[in-house]
């Protein structure tokens, strides 16, 4: 038992460095976009007060009642792995005071979450998200601006998605539209999974996104919450809708979407990919104009949204990986110790000047280190044995063609140059 090797917990992975190139691609992509409409990066903590999520998220919620990681601190302090970053968010925009500003405070982040949940394709414990924050306006026209963002974004990586919307209310109609459904689930209770069963006492909403075959036909019959909104969140809606199509953006309305947090109000939605499998939801985020009051704030709306960076990894297009991986510009082929050196001397001088150069330190032999230059895919080889050390003059080859050229130290420069103007790739994702 000792000496067994000790594997990541279930839940969570390394991002190895094939991979991780293309999370930077997508990094980058998304400062380019997101400052673009002029959102800024905030950093708040992983851990923070276990209070914070109970209250911001909902002690009701999935989130916050199965899935937080909490623990007593060695202070005896409650504290939680974050399992989302709204609330972190909109903590950080009180104890700062961001919103004083009198504009629209709009906040991006990148970083991991942590929900113990059950384990499957698609889903991990230890996640990651992109996410934006916009605070400060109650205006429809933020939902818009944020939404036509992202979509902006997804199609630059060449992302197809399907937008769905939907209002769920405020604080005035949704109370009473929670005591209709509740009855209407006491007559069909008997029909429901145990869970809707549960639900249908502690949060009848979270019946309606309910996946389970048997629950379909019943929640097919429930009352729709678009029906029984109050003016105000009615018009909000309609507006949201105006402002989407003014943009030319399409969408469709699902009045079953009710998100599993609980500080949405109004308006509500979700960003699917059909190439995600079951766990199609790309995007999740709404409104939460009510929710730095209940986190002892003053009243600063919101609105904003979390994607899976994990899920959007998974999706890419092959175009777009290929832009991601970044092969070495140079490998430089080395036989013998004074070779060696001089190799490493090259290296420095064309490294400094911005070209990435692979050598092989073990020292192999020609065709081995010229083996290693094909699965690196690197550009080109330079060859330096003991003939060309003497004569100063060395061997290019470009390995796309297999043409060789002598080049001295000085032409190998120019000629690095000349290959760089040619072939630079567009590195633009965005
Ligand atoms: P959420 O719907 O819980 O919303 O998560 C948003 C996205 O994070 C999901 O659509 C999914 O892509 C990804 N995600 C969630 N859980 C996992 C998991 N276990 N594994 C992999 N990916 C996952 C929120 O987190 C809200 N804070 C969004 C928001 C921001 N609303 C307003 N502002």
Request: glycine share 10%; aromatic share 6%; net charge negative.
């Amino acid at each position: 038992m000792e000496n067994e090797i000790i594997t990541a917990l279930p839940g969570t992975r390394d991002l190895l460095p094939e991979e991780i190139s293309l999370w930077h691609l997508v990094e980058e992509a998304t400062r380019k976009t997101f400052a673009c409409y002029g959102f800024h990066e905030i950093r708040t903590p992983l851990l923070e007060a276990a209070e914070l999520f109970a209250r911001g998220i909902g002690g009701e919620t999935d989130i916050v009642g199965k899935e937080m990681y909490t623990f007593m601190d060695q202070s005896g302090r409650l504290v939680s792995l974050r399992p989302e970053a709204t609330a972190s968010v909109v903590r950080a925009c009180i104890q700062h005071s961001m919103h004083r500003g009198g504009e629209v405070t709009r906040l991006y982040y990148i970083g991991p979450m942590f929900r113990h949940e059950k384990k499957q394709k698609g889903r991990w414990r230890q996640f990651y998200q992109i996410g934006a924050e916009a605070l400060g306006s109650d205006h429809p026209a933020v939902e818009a601006e944020v939404i036509e963002m992202i979509l902006f974004f997804l199609e630059s990586l060449g992302v197809r998605s399907r937008l769905v919307i939907n209002s769920v209310g405020d604080g005035l109609c949704r109370p009473g539209y929670v005591l209709l459904l509740r009855e209407s689930l006491q007559q069909h209770r008997a029909g429901l999974c145990p869970d809707c069963q549960r639900r249908a006492d502690t949060n009848p909403l979270r019946v309606l996104d309910c996946k389970v075959e048997s629950c379909q036909p019943i929640i097919a019959g429930l009352p729709k919450i678009s029906d029984h909104l109050c003016e105000d969140c009615h018009r909000h809606f309609a507006d949201v809708q105006d402002l989407l199509q003014e943009a030319g953006i399409p969408f469709a309305i699902e009045p079953r979407l009710v998100r599993g947090l609980d500080y949405y109000v109004k308006t509500a939605f979700e960003i699917l990919s059909g190439d995600l499998g079951a766990q199609n939801a790309l995007v999740g985020g709404g409104r939460y104009d009510g929710l730095a009051e209940t986190l002892g704030g003053p009243r600063i709306p919101g609105f904003g949204f979390a994607m899976g960076l994990d899920r959007l990894v998974m999706i890419l297009p092959e175009e777009i990986r290929a832009r991601a991986r970044r092969p070495p510009d140079l490998v430089l082929a080395h036989m013998g110790e004074a070779a060696l050196r001089k190799a490493l001397a090259l290296a420095r001088e064309l490294r400094h000047l911005g070209y990435s150069c692979h050598l092989d330190l073990r020292g192999g032999s020609l065709k081995s280190q010229m083996r290693q230059a094909n699965r690196l895919a690197a550009s080109h080889v330079l060859i330096i044995g003991e003939d060309e050390l003497a004569r100063g003059r060395f061997l290019i080859k470009r390995m796309a063609d297999s043409t060789q050229r002598e080049v001295t130290r000085e032409e190998l420069f120019a000629y690095m140059h000349a290959e760089r103007v040619t072939h630079e790739p567009d590195t633009g994702a965005a």
